[in-house]
């Protein structure tokens, strides 16, 4: 078969209309995921950047609610304790040796216990 010069037969047209629509197609596609991934990442950045902000005011909150509250006084000491066994010892060795009568020993005693 001879070959056509001039205007291309049905085939050639079908040909080279399929070859514009594939690459059409192909960079129309290449564009918009381009397009969909420049969106994904600015919508990540915008989440990063509002995340940080909110984290910062939970963290100025937190430090204002700290200086609002008063600094706890420290606690009393407690009241030294006393050895009421070694008073009466005491108390009973001041008896043995005659210092004290028995009415005093007893109420010495008493007020030792009543502490």
């Known amino acids: 078969m001879p070959r ?3 205007r291309p037969g049905l085939v050639g ?3 080279r ?3 514009v629509a594939g690459t059409a197609t192909a960079v129309s596609g290449r564009v918009s995921r ?3 991934e420049k969106a994904y990442d600015s919508q990540e950045a915008a989440a990063e950047q509002q995340q940080a902000l909110v ?3 939970a963290a100025q909150a937190a430090a204002q609610v ?5 600094v706890a006084a420290a606690p009393a000491p407690a009241a030294p304790q006393v050895d ?3 008073k009466i010892k005491e108390l009973g060795e001041l008896k043995d040796a005659g210092l004290l ?7 010495e005693k008493a007020k030792i216990l009543a502490m």
């Open 4 to 6: 056509r010069m001039g």
């Open 13 to 15: 047209m079908a040909a």
């Open 17 to 19: 209309t399929a070859v």
């Open 34 to 36: 381009r397009q969909n």
């Open 55 to 57: 984290d910062q005011a």
């Open 66 to 70: 700290q200086a609002a509250q008063p």
């Open 84 to 86: 009421k066994i070694g």
């Open 101 to 107: 009568t028995d009415e005093e020993f007893a109420s």
